[in-house]
Nanobody
Framework: QVQLVESGGGLVQSGGSLRLSCAAS????????MGWFRQAPGKEREFVAG????????SYADSVKGRFTISRDNAKNTVYLQMNSLKPEDTAVYSC????????????????WGQGTQVTVSS
């Protein structure tokens, strides 16, 4: 129903910033709540940030609150993750995901996933 492609990952030094983008195609983008997840080596995938289909509500993991900002531009079919004050522990593969807006927010299930983009933060 929707295809997701992440971009913007790379290597950045501690304290630096990166902006990730997730471009969507297929079914109407505004039909979905969107989220960002990450998985570090040897760790389980964890929730990072989420945003409602309309952009009117957001949620964040405690570990990134105050440093990361999720936003979306429905006209461009794109969701963003602005990451500031990056730390080495932020190193992970970051994936975006979509959940039907029929779910309450934050959704308990994301049904569509991108391939992920690597973020590496050096000391």
């Amino acid at each position: 129903q929707v295809q997701l492609v992440e971009s913007g990952g790379g290597l950045v030094q501690s304290g630096g910033s990166l902006r990730l983008s997730c471009a969507a195609s297929g079914r109407t983008f505004s039909s979905y709540h969107m989220g960002w997840f990450r998985q570090a080596p040897g760790k389980e995938r964890e929730f990072v940030a989420g945003i409602t289909w309309s952009g009117g509500g957001t949620s964040y993991a405690d570990s990134v609150k105050g440093r990361f900002t999720i936003s979306r531009d429905n006209a461009k079919n794109t969701v963003y993750l602005q990451m500031n004050s990056l730390k080495p522990e932020d190193t992970a593969v970051y994936s975006c995901a979509a959940a039907s807006r029929a779910w309450s927010f934050p959704p308990s299930k994301y049904g569509f996933w991108g391939q992920g983009t690597q973020v590496t933060v050096s000391s």
